[in-house]
C-alpha cells in the first residue's frame, strides 16, 4: 500500500526514459530497507526509467560505488539504514558517508540522493523506510528536472 507522499512535485515530463539512474542499495539491513527499495523501483518505472540496480555489503561501501560510476550517470539513489547502537560505530559512519556522498555528487556533478536512513530503533527504520522510496525517486528526477535546458 503506498502512503501519501508530503513532497509534492510538478515534474516536467512523465517519461524519464532518456536519463540513465542508478539506485545503490545495501545488504546490511536488507528486510528493513526492501518497502523503501521497491517503491523507489516503482515511481522510477511509472516515470518509464529502468534503473541500474548495485547491492554493496553496508553503507559504508556506498560512496565507493557512486564516485566509481557517477561520470556514466545522469541520477544516482542511495538507499540504506543505519540503526544506532551502544558503540560510536553509527555516529563515526553515519557522518562519513553523508560527507562522502555529498563530496562526490558536487565534485562529479552528479545529482545524488541521499537515502541512507539513519535512525535510533529499528522499529524507526522500518517506519521510515515504508514512506520513503517514492520521495527519494521524485526528488531525484526533481533535481533532473532542474539541470534540464528550457
Known amino acids: 500500500m503506498k502512503k501519501n507522499n508530503p513532497l509534492q512535485f510538478d515534474?516536467?515530463?512523465s517519461d524519464y526514459s532518456?536519463?540513465?539512474?542508478?539506485?545503490?542499495?545495501?545488504?546490511?539491513n536488507y528486510?528493513?530497507?526492501q518497502p523503501m527499495?521497491?517503491?523507489?523501483?516503482?515511481?522510477?518505472?511509472?516515470?518509464?526509467i529502468d534503473p541500474e540496480i548495485v547491492s554493496v555489503p553496508g553503507a559504508y561501501e556506498i560512496?565507493?560505488?557512486a564516485n566509481k560510476k557517477a561520470n556514466y550517470f545522469d541520477?544516482?539513489?542511495t538507499m540504506g539504514a543505519i540503526i544506532k547502537g551502544e558503540t560510536p560505530h553509527f555516529d563515526i559512519i553515519a557522518q562519513t558517508i553523508s560527507d562522502s556522498i555529498m563530496h562526490?555528487?558536487?565534485?562529479?556533478?552528479?545529482p545524488i540522493i541521499f537515502g541512507v536512513l539513519t535512525t535510533n530503533n529499528l522499529a524507526q527504520a522500518e517506519?521510515?523506510?515504508?514512506?520513503?522510496?517514492?520521495?527519494?525517486?521524485?526528488?531525484?528526477?526533481?533535481?533532473?528536472d532542474n539541470l534540464i535546458d528550457d
Do not use: H, M
Request: with cysteine; hydrophobic share 45%.
Open 11 to 13: 515534474l516536467k515530463s
Open 18 to 28: 532518456k536519463y540513465k539512474v542508478l539506485v545503490i542499495q545495501t545488504k546490511w
Open 31 to 33: 528486510e528493513v530497507i
Open 37 to 48: 527499495v521497491d517503491d523507489c523501483l516503482t515511481e522510477l518505472k511509472d516515470k518509464k
Open 63 to 65: 560512496p565507493f560505488i
Open 75 to 77: 541520477l544516482i539513489i
Open 104 to 110: 562526490i555528487g558536487l565534485s562529479k556533478e552528479t
Open 127 to 144: 517506519e521510515r523506510a515504508a514512506q520513503k522510496g517514492s520521495e527519494l525517486a521524485l526528488s531525484g528526477l526533481n533535481l533532473l
